[in-house]
């Protein structure tokens, strides 16, 4: 947890940060608790059922079914509510160019541990602009001095690829996109089933 000293208006800032990253934190623990009851209530409907149906035809076995089915599809939203409340955004000055979005499945789960390259419309990766890693969260940043956004030029179409260690590939849903000086920019991508596949993500996503 955050340490808030509150000495004034010398640790304003950093008084304001720390707030915020116990907030932060204090989300994610709520977040993952929540979570974890409703897979526990899943296991008792489950085991309801399974008694229910021991004892003959009884019209409640359908019932908790269906619940089961309900409360697993609450538990996965929780799951990406948790991821992105584990984002943290990286800090900038008012002169640099953040980059940032998830990499995500289509359910928006979060595809972690993969290159992103920032790549022109030609499929060649911009210069001196190195590749970023996506986090647990799916979550990437990139954080672009001043020369290096007058480098790429305004109006410059870019878009981003992903790779792992058994491929790369431009995601179908990557959206083309320009840059310019002291900007933020969210760029979401969802991959395919198959895009998983062929970077071969998908054991990440079987079970969900």
Wanted: proline share 4%; aromatic share 4%.
């Amino acid at each position: 947890m955050a340490l808030i000293l509150n000495t004034g208006q010398n640790s304003y800032k950093s008084d304001l940060e720390g707030l915020f990253e116990t907030l932060q934190e204090q989300r994610s623990e709520l977040l993952s608790m929540v979570r974890d009851v409703q897979l526990a209530a899943r296991l008792l409907a489950v085991a309801e059922a399974r008694r229910l149906g021991e004892a003959g035809d009884d019209p409640r076995v359908a019932h908790y079914l269906n619940g089961s089915d309900a409360i697993l599809r609450r538990a996965a939203a929780l799951e990406i509510e948790t991821e992105i409340a584990n984002i943290r955004v990286p800090p900038l000055t008012k002169h640099e160019t953040l980059l940032q979005g998830r990499i995500t499945d289509e359910s928006a789960r979060a595809t972690a541990h993969v290159a992103v390259t920032l790549i022109d419309e030609q499929g060649t990766p911009v210069v001196g602009v190195p590749p970023v890693e996506t986090d647990d969260s799916g979550y990437y940043a990139f954080i672009l001095q001043p020369a290096q956004v007058d480098a790429i030029g305004a109006g410059r179409k870019l878009t981003l690829q992903v790779g792992s260690a058994s491929g790369k590939l431009v995601p179908a849903a990557a959206q083309a996109f320009t840059l310019a000086s002291g900007e933020v920019k969210v760029s979401e991508t969802r991959l395919q089933a198959s895009e998983l596949e062929k970077l071969r993500l998908r054991p990440l996503f079987s079970g969900a």
